[in-house]
């Protein structure tokens, strides 16, 4: 059965970094397509970035709002994901959760989500 | 960027009703578009999948519909249990995005 457990948010300053972990069970992280989506304080979803597998080539994507102070990495050993996000904002501020990019055909979707980890972004 | 519009933002609807809610892509997406209910505290959960494929013990009420920019989700029988948020999800683009979503309320 996939599991799959965040950690590591928590109160930042403005500027600040943070290292997100999502360990991963039932799966090997290095042979998924993962994502990592946040959700604001009473908005809907908000998707920031994805790594694709390692046989895909393990390539990332970001969505622009983050693109350039985040990264998405894997510890093959740890079986865990990885969301290094850098220069934080306040408008960062979200629960943020790690899926897995599962496929249709070519058709993706997240069937897999952990519970969340709240990151506060607050001076 | 592809932008998802969903509406209405909320309804109040009682319990055996009929629920219809929409999503339109501000371009054509095929039929790269899922549902997820949400609900509080929880994460989203994934309905249908690629516009009308019902996803694994997803009760059969739900059914999805639609291709190109217009898209509708449909749940016939409303149960106490589907009062949530519903998102819809463009997975077209290397560049995904969800709807505004869908506070589906009791009446």
């Known amino acids: 059965e996939v599991h799959l457990v965040e950690s590591g948010g928590g109160l930042v300053k403005p500027g600040g970094s943070l290292r997100l972990s999502c360990a991963a069970s039932?799966?090997?992280?290095?042979?998924?397509?993962m994502n990592w989506v946040r959700q604001a304080p009473g908005k809907g979803p908000e998707w920031i970035g994805r790594?694709?597998?390692?046989?895909?080539?393990?390539?990332?994507d970001f969505a622009a709002p983050v693109k350039g102070r985040v990264s998405i990495s894997r510890d093959e050993s740890g079986n865990t994901l990885f969301l290094q996000m850098n220069n934080l904002k306040i408008e960062d501020t979200a629960v943020y959760f790690c899926?897995?990019?599962?496929?249709?055909?070519?058709?993706?979707?997240?069937?897999?989500w952990g519970l969340g980890t709240l990151v506060t972004v607050s001076s | 960027d592809i932008q998802m519009t969903q509406s209405p933002s909320s309804l109040s609807a009682s319990v055996g009703d009929r629920v219809t809610i929409t999503c339109r892509a501000s371009?054509?997406?095929?039929?790269?578009l899922n549902w997820y209910q949400q609900k509080p505290g929880k994460a989203p959960k994934l309905l249908i999948y690629?516009?009308?494929n019902l996803q694994r013990d997803v009760p059969s009420r739900f059914s999805g519909s639609g291709s190109g920019t217009d898209f509708t989700l449909t749940i016939r029988g409303l149960q106490p249990e589907d009062f949530a948020t519903y998102y819809c999800?463009?997975?077209?683009?290397?560049?995904?995005?969800f709807g505004g979503g869908t506070k589906v309320e009791i009446k």
């Open positions: 899926t897995t990019d599962d496929l249709f055909g070519d058709y993706p979707m997240f069937v897999h």
């Open positions: 371009q054509s997406i095929n039929t790269y």
């Open positions: 690629a516009a009308f």
């Open positions: 039932g799966f090997s992280v290095s042979d998924a397509s």
């Open positions: 790594i694709k597998s390692k046989p895909d080539g393990a390539t990332t």
């Open positions: 999800q463009q997975s077209s683009s290397s560049q995904i995005s």
